[in-house]
C-alpha cells in the first residue's frame, strides 16, 4: 500500500465530518470496497471510524452492483471508496446513494464536463451511455451505520474495452477531449463529497430532490422498472422525500374504450430496479 496520506493535497482537502480525512491509496488491490470493510471489522461496538478515503490505481476484483464486476485496469478509471460513519439507521440513510451522485456530477461539471445526467439510483450518465457507477455498501454495528461509498468513474477506456461492454459507455477523457487531471478530480470529488454530505446529514434528502430531479436523464419520460420478475411500465415523475423513484403506471383502457385512473407506483432502495430504459431508445 502507498500510504503518502493527503500530503499531495495540503491545504485543498475539506474535512470530513469534522476530521481530516485519512487518504489511503494503492498501487493494486481487490477492490477499494473490500478493503474498506476489512478494515471496519476492527472497529470495536460504538466506535465511529476515521472518514477515510481508498483510491487505488487498479483492482483485481472490482465489484458493481449487483454482483457484477467493475472493470479496474490501472489507468482506466477512478476508483475510490470513502468511509464514513453515521449516527442514523439505514433507514434514514436512503438517498445517501443519491446524493453521493449528485456530489459525482456536481465535480465532474466544475471540471468542465458538460451534459452529465444521472439514472436512478446511481448511475452517472453522458448522453445516454455509463460514465460511471457507485455501490455503497454498509456495516451495521449497533446505532452505528459504518458506510462504504464506493464511486468508479471511466476516464480512459480503449476501444477494445468500450466495445467489451455490455451497455453504452463512455470515459471522461471523450466527453472533455483532453487529458484528464485526476488528482485534481479526486480532490474536487471529495470536497464536494464532504459539503453535499454534511447537508445530508443536517437537512436530509429532501434538500436535495430539486437539484436530483434537475439531474435525471429519465425525467417524463416513458420507462420500464424490472422488480424482480415483474416488469412495470410508466412516465419517470423523479424522486420522492426519500430518494425512491416515482412512477406513473398509465390506465389501460378498457373494451369500451374508457381509461381506469393512472396509479404512482414507489419504488425503493438502490438495489429495486436493475434496468431502466426509455422505450425506443
Ligand atoms: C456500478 O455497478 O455501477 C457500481 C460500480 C462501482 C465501482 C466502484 S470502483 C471503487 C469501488 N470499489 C469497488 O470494488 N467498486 C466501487
Same mark, same amino acid.
Given at each position: 500500500?502507498?500510504?503518502?496520506?493527503?500530503?499531495?493535497?495540503?491545504?485543498?482537502?475539506?474535512?470530513?465530518?469534522?476530521?481530516?480525512?485519512?487518504?489511503?491509496?494503492?498501487?493494486?488491490?481487490?477492490?477499494?470496497?473490500?478493503?474498506a470493510?476489512?478494515?471496519?471489522?476492527? /472497529?470495536a461496538?460504538?466506535?465511529?471510524?476515521?472518514?477515510?478515503?481508498?483510491i487505488?490505481?487498479?483492482?483485481?476484483?472490482?465489484?458493481?452492483?449487483?454482483?457484477?464486476?467493475?472493470?479496474?485496469?490501472?489507468?482506466?478509471g /477512478?476508483y475510490?471508496?470513502?468511509?464514513?460513519?453515521?449516527?442514523?439507521?439505514?433507514?434514514?440513510?436512503?438517498?445517501?446513494?443519491?446524493? !453521493?451522485?449528485?456530489?459525482?456530477?456536481?465535480? +465532474?461539471?466544475?471540471?468542465?464536463?458538460?451534459?452529465?445526467?444521472?439514472?436512478?439510483?446511481?448511475?452517472?450518465?453522458?448522453?445516454?451511455?455509463? +460514465?460511471?457507477?457507485?455501490? /455503497?455498501?454498509?456495516?451495521? !454495528?449497533?446505532?452505528?451505520?459504518?458506510?462504504?461509498?464506493?464511486?468508479?468513474?471511466?476516464?480512459?477506456?480503449?476501444?477494445?474495452?468500450?466495445?467489451?461492454?455490455?451497455?453504452?459507455?463512455?470515459?471522461?477523457?471523450?466527453?472533455?477531449?483532453?487529458?484528464?487531471?485526476?488528482?485534481?478530480?479526486?480532490?474536487?470529488? +471529495?470536497?464536494?463529497?464532504?459539503?453535499?454530505?454534511?447537508?445530508?446529514?443536517?437537512?436530509?434528502?429532501?434538500?436535495?430532490?430539486?437539484?436530483?430531479?434537475?439531474?435525471?436523464?429519465?425525467?417524463?419520460?416513458?420507462?420500464?422498472?424490472?422488480?424482480?420478475?415483474?416488469?412495470?411500465r410508466?412516465?419517470?415523475?423523479? !424522486?420522492?422525500?426519500?430518494?425512491? /423513484?416515482?412512477?406513473?403506471?398509465?390506465?389501460?383502457?378498457?373494451?369500451?374504450?374508457?381509461?381506469?385512473?393512472?396509479?404512482?407506483?414507489?419504488?425503493?432502495?438502490?438495489?429495486?430496479?436493475?434496468?431502466?430504459?426509455?422505450?425506443?431508445?
Amino acid at each position: 500500500m502507498m500510504h503518502d496520506n493527503e500530503e499531495n493535497w495540503a491545504g485543498s482537502l475539506a474535512h470530513h465530518g469534522g476530521g481530516v480525512l485519512n487518504v489511503q491509496r494503492f498501487a493494486e488491490i481487490d477492490s477499494t470496497n473490500a478493503e474498506a470493510l476489512r478494515q471496519l471489522k476492527s /472497529l470495536a461496538e460504538g466506535e465511529h471510524c476515521a472518514p477515510s478515503a481508498l483510491i487505488a490505481e487498479s483492482q483485481t476484483a472490482g465489484r458493481g452492483r449487483r454482483g457484477r464486476a467493475w472493470l479496474s485496469k490501472p489507468g482506466a478509471g /477512478l476508483y475510490l471508496s470513502l468511509v464514513r460513519t453515521f449516527s442514523l439507521k439505514p433507514d434514514a440513510l436512503q438517498g445517501l446513494s443519491l446524493v !453521493v451522485g449528485l456530489a459525482v456530477q456536481s465535480a +465532474l461539471t466544475l471540471l468542465g464536463a458538460s451534459k452529465i445526467k444521472l439514472k436512478w439510483p446511481n448511475d452517472i450518465i453522458h448522453e445516454g451511455r455509463k +460514465l460511471g457507477g457507485i455501490l /455503497l455498501e454498509l456495516r451495521q !454495528v449497533g446505532d452505528l451505520s459504518h458506510v462504504v461509498m464506493g464511486i468508479g468513474i471511466n476516464l480512459n477506456l480503449g476501444e477494445k474495452e468500450l466495445l467489451s461492454l455490455d451497455r453504452p459507455t463512455v470515459d471522461l477523457s471523450r466527453i472533455i477531449g483532453s487529458e484528464i487531471d485526476k488528482e485534481g478530480l479526486c480532490v474536487g470529488l +471529495l470536497n464536494q463529497l464532504s459539503e453535499d454530505i454534511d447537508r445530508f446529514i443536517v437537512h436530509g434528502f429532501e434538500s436535495f430532490i430539486v437539484r436530483w430531479n434537475e439531474a435525471d436523464y429519465y425525467l417524463g419520460k416513458r420507462v420500464t422498472v424490472l422488480q424482480g420478475q415483474e416488469c412495470l411500465r410508466g412516465v419517470s415523475c423523479g !424522486v420522492d422525500a426519500s430518494g425512491a /423513484l416515482m412512477l406513473k403506471n398509465e390506465a389501460a383502457k378498457d373494451q369500451t374504450g374508457s381509461k381506469g385512473e393512472d396509479t404512482m407506483l414507489r419504488f425503493e432502495g438502490g438495489e429495486l430496479s436493475p434496468s431502466l430504459r426509455p422505450e425506443g431508445e
